[in-house]
């Protein structure tokens, strides 16, 4: 498999991994009283339509070669391997039921989010060193944006009602 299409299945892999979330993470999160009222339905799903198409446009420049790019991607699968641990296997577990996402998150995101990383260290694209760093950069990044996604959706979702399927969710 070449490099380019590895990165585009990777990015699919995502993107599958997003559909399933924000298909059934809204009813799974509110039937958690412990996790519901946190975000609404489309506030979640206007956060995973941006972070996927985030994430298809740094693996387009990843496929066009771009080292920059191929870094951030590779940055970006480490943090997702985590994310498949916490919170996704993670929160199975503690509420003894499927957590949405978790399936894609293992068997679709993970191993090709590994073979993303061994495919730029074996290329002499990436470093131990530069993965941690970029890695971490990737984190924080997703740290601050994903509450501002948050954030943006319900005012979107306030000003725009007709954004929301019949202007409600």
């Known amino acids: 498999m070449t490099p380019a299409a590895l990165y585009w299945l990777f990015a699919l892999a995502f993107t599958v991994h997003n559909i399933e979330e924000g298909l059934f993470l809204p009813a799974y999160a509110a039937d958690e009283s412990r996790l519901a009222g946190r975000v609404t339905p489309f506030a979640?799903?206007?956060?995973?339509?941006?972070?996927?198409?985030?994430?298809?446009?740094?693996?387009?420049?990843?496929?066009?070669?771009?080292?920059?790019?191929?870094?951030?991607?590779?940055?970006?699968?480490?943090?997702m391997v985590?994310?498949?641990?916490?919170?996704?296997?993670?929160?199975t577990v503690a509420f003894r039921r499927y957590a949405p996402g978790t399936g894609t998150a293992i068997c679709l995101v993970v191993p090709l989010s590994l073979l993303v990383i061994v495919n730029g260290l074996a290329a002499g694209?990436?470093?131990?060193?530069?993965?941690?760093?970029?890695?971490?950069?990737?984190?924080?990044?997703?740290?601050?944006?994903?509450?501002?996604?948050?954030?943006?959706?319900?005012?979107a979702e306030r000003r725009l009602p007709w954004l929301s399927a019949n202007g409600a969710t």
Not at 82 to 91: D, G, I, R, S
Not at 126 to 138: C, F
Not at 146 to 151: G, H, R, S
């Open 82 to 91: 985590v994310n498949a641990m916490v919170p996704h296997l993670t929160l």
């Open 125 to 155: 694209v990436l470093t131990g060193r530069s993965l941690l760093v970029t890695a971490i950069a990737v984190a924080v990044t997703l740290l601050v944006a994903i509450p501002l996604l948050f954030w943006a959706g319900h005012v």
């Open 44 to 79: 979640l799903r206007f956060t995973l339509v941006i972070l996927t198409a985030v994430l298809c446009g740094i693996a387009a420049f990843a496929a066009a070669g771009n080292h920059y790019a191929i870094e951030l991607l590779a940055g970006f699968a480490a943090v």
